[in-house]
Every structure is written in structure tokens, then in C-alpha cells.
């Protein structure tokens, strides 16, 4: 049974850092393609980013590139997002989700059809 549990959100002013983790359970993390999506208020759930389960395959959102950096450790069954230059803009709520197929920076239906959701961690960023 997959089981991925977010943390690492908060409130930071812009300009700031943060960094999320996903933890995963229940299945063979470096099997899985993992990915961040992000959720604001009243907006669809867009993708942020995206990486293979040996990670050698990664992708951004324009909107997060030179930012944003994604990254998984296998030995720890977990993947992090360090988000660094922080705008009001990327105040959302982040979600982690997996998936054994090379889904990328597709659509958010496409992941829940095909693979699994954690819940979610509110960043908040104060302008």
C-alpha cells in the first residue's frame, strides 16, 4: 500500500527557503517516479517537479526553474523539493505524489489515475 507524508511547509517571507520531504512507505521507492504539485486557492493543481526513480531524468515547471530543486534519496525512501528565492506567488499547498509509470509534469488527473497521493504541506510566502 503506497503511503507518502509530506512535511517541511511553512510561512517565509519572500526571498526566502524552504525545504519539503516526502517520505515513503509501502512499496520499492526507487521503482517509482516521484513528482511535486502544488495547489493554490481557487487554481487547478499544476505540476512543480518531477523525477525518475534513479533520478536521472528531472524536470521543472518554467515558473520554479533556477528556484526549485528536486531530488530523492533511495537508501532514505524519501524526495525533497529545496525551494530557494521564494515568491508570494508560490503560496500553495504542496503535494507529493508517486507513480511506477514515467508519467512527468503531466497532468494532475493523470497522476491520480495512475498513481498515488500524499497529503499535502501549506507554504506560505509573506511578501
Known amino acids: 500500500d503506497v503511503q507518502l507524508q509530506a512535511s517541511g511547509g511553512g510561512l517565509v517571507q519572500a526571498g526566502g527557503s524552504l525545504k519539503l520531504s516526502c517520505a515513503a512507505s509501502?512499496?520499492?521507492?526507487?521503482?517509482?517516479?516521484t513528482a511535486w504539485f502544488r495547489q493554490a486557492p481557487g487554481k487547478e493543481r499544476e505540476g512543480v517537479s518531477y523525477?525518475?526513480?534513479?533520478?536521472?531524468?528531472?524536470d521543472y515547471a518554467d515558473s520554479v526553474k533556477g528556484r526549485f530543486t528536486i531530488s530523492r534519496d533511495n537508501a532514505k525512501n524519501t524526495v525533497y523539493l529545496q525551494m530557494n528565492s521564494l515568491k508570494p506567488e508560490d503560496t500553495a499547498v504542496y503535494y507529493c505524489?508517486?507513480?511506477?509509470?514515467?508519467?512527468?509534469?503531466?497532468?494532475?488527473?493523470?497522476?491520480?489515475?495512475?498513481?498515488?497521493w500524499g497529503q499535502g504541506t501549506l507554504v506560505t510566502v509573506s511578501s
Open positions: 523525477i525518475t526513480g534513479s533520478g536521472s531524468d528531472i
Open positions: 509501502g512499496f520499492t521507492f526507487e521503482d517509482y517516479a
Open positions: 505524489a508517486a507513480s511506477r509509470f514515467l508519467l512527468g509534469l503531466s497532468s494532475a488527473l493523470l497522476w491520480t489515475d495512475l498513481g498515488s
